[in-house]
DNA sequence: GGCATAACTTGCATGCTATGCAAAGATGCA
DNA sequence: TGCATCTTTGCATAGCATGCAAGTTATGCC
């Protein structure tokens, strides 16, 4: 029973914690041993050693427990977007805290790589994950928004072309943020299909310079 | 009972389209009527008029009834991206043979505007809209790559740069056929917060344009 | 037309998923 | 210690999903 990150305040919330990372390795060591599909949710219960009706107060579905592995990456995603240095470029900055955030996973090396090969086997878990993970979306986005607003030049008065941006404004941190959580998604299908090949973070990198280049024609 | 566009072959091939359809229109109004959580399977498999073993033969799960309404759409794309000039660049293409497709769908208008209300009251399902469109995001990738592949250039020998190339060639037809369908979905979430402000073509061009231009921080 | 075949639909049986409720147990605090 | 609060659990219930076998309907071939 292995305890997460920062341990919180009380023994309510220690025993919490651990009964939720317990489920959610249950989940994924019996998945990768006999399938996905296979793996009720009496069984994972039985592996953390609580009753049914416990897994469902801390999953809202069965297929939840194999996706979640750390709740709060999206939240460290976007403060870091907005840490970043004014001057960086929006999609960099969302690129670099992205590429942290994926670093600093590998370090669960074996639980990690387990998952990820679950997630290999089960097409509409990895849409789920990707979508839980980094995916409030919308709270990305409103990051974005945020740092744009606050950003280069300190904003004096209002432009002519105000109205516009605005417009613009509300559009493009939507995309941005839509568009990087896919790119993410991309690069790791990609990269999976043959993981010997290539590093993953070359594979990233080559992704967003795609994304940064306005996804020309590669030559050939 | 309406029927599907292109009248396929045998009055079974007919018959299916028909029911898939109308379990699909059944399971949209329904919802739009009294919330997605309130509509069982029954109901739906009732107002199409079939068992409800029948739903499980056309969707694998009851979500995927709210999720697809036109099933060939992608495959309309496809071939419009295959049909395209060799000189449009690759994310016009695209970008066009999309536009053609939502200028057609808006034809079916009133069933298209509950859909889209139906997914913006329920995140969850919009997840599982977007494991839908990767199903076709493989294969509109696959045609990108084709289109490439018989270029401009009618690719004499391979040059120096080649290994480079091929790998780039993997992976960004993926990119962009993921790219696109992220964009759809943004362009789509961002027109209908507020339909009367702007003509949804308006908001497509500017999302595409956005991604061409490499996602740059708008001015303001 | 009439028949054999393949495809589609249906009801039944079964097992898993998910939620509400109330009782019992664990924890935190004075 | 004893009270207040949160958590766990079993039970009941409803809906979701699949396999199977029997009944219906289209299709192709004579």
Same mark, same amino acid.
């Given at each position: $029973?292995?305890?997460?990150?920062? @341990?919180?305040?009380?023994?309510? *919330?220690?025993?919490?914690?651990? =009964?939720?990372?317990?489920? @959610?390795?249950?989940?994924?060591?019996?998945?990768? *041993?006999?399938? #996905?599909?296979?793996?009720?949710?009496?069984?994972?219960?039985?592996?953390?050693?609580?009753?049914?009706?416990?897994? !469902?107060?801390?999953?809202? %579905?069965?297929?939840?427990? !194999?996706?979640?592995?750390?709740?709060?990456?999206?939240?460290?995603?976007?403060?870091?977007?907005? &840490?970043?240095?004014?001057?960086?470029?929006?999609?960099? %900055?969302?690129?670099?805290?992205?590429?942290? *955030?994926?670093?600093?996973? *590998?370090?669960?090396?074996?639980?990690?790589?387990?998952?990820?090969?679950?997630?290999?086997?089960?097409?509409?878990?990895?849409?789920?994950?990707?979508?839980?993970? $980094? %995916?409030?979306?919308?709270?990305?986005?409103?990051?974005?928004?945020?740092?744009?607003?606050?950003?280069?030049?300190? #904003?004096?008065? =209002?432009?002519?072309?105000?109205?516009?941006?605005?417009?613009?404004?509300?559009?493009?941190?939507?995309?941005?943020?839509?568009?990087?959580? =896919? %790119?993410? &998604?991309?690069?790791?299908?990609?990269?999976?299909?043959?993981?010997?090949?290539?590093?993953?973070?070359?594979?990233?990198?080559? =992704?967003?310079?795609?994304?940064?280049?306005?996804?020309?024609?590669?030559?050939?």
């Amino acid at each position: $029973m292995p305890e997460k990150s920062a @341990a919180g305040g009380g023994l309510r *919330e220690q025993k919490k914690r651990a =009964t939720r990372a317990a489920l @959610a390795e249950a989940a994924v060591r019996l998945a990768a *041993e006999h399938g #996905v599909e296979n793996v009720t949710v009496e069984a994972i219960s039985a592996a953390a050693g609580v009753s049914v009706r416990t897994f !469902f107060n801390y999953f809202d %579905a069965r297929d939840d427990a !194999f996706v979640v592995i750390d709740t709060d990456i999206s939240a460290r995603v976007r403060s870091t977007v907005l &840490r970043a240095p004014a001057e960086v470029p929006p999609l960099d %900055a969302v690129r670099d805290a992205i590429a942290a *955030e994926l670093a600093e996973a *590998e370090q669960q090396h074996e639980l990690w790589q387990l998952h990820a090969e679950v997630l290999r086997a089960a097409p509409h878990l990895l849409v789920r994950s990707l979508g839980a993970h $980094m %995916a409030d979306e919308t709270g990305l986005a409103v990051a974005i928004a945020r740092r744009l607003r606050g950003g280069p030049t300190d #904003v004096p008065g =209002t432009t002519a072309t105000d109205e516009d941006a605005r417009r613009s404004l509300d559009l493009y941190p939507r995309l941005l943020a839509a568009v990087a959580g =896919t %790119a993410v &998604r991309v690069a790791v299908e990609h990269w999976s299909a043959d993981p010997a090949e290539r590093h993953f973070a070359d594979v990233f990198q080559e =992704t967003f310079a795609s994304l940064a280049a306005g996804l020309p024609a590669p030559p050939g």
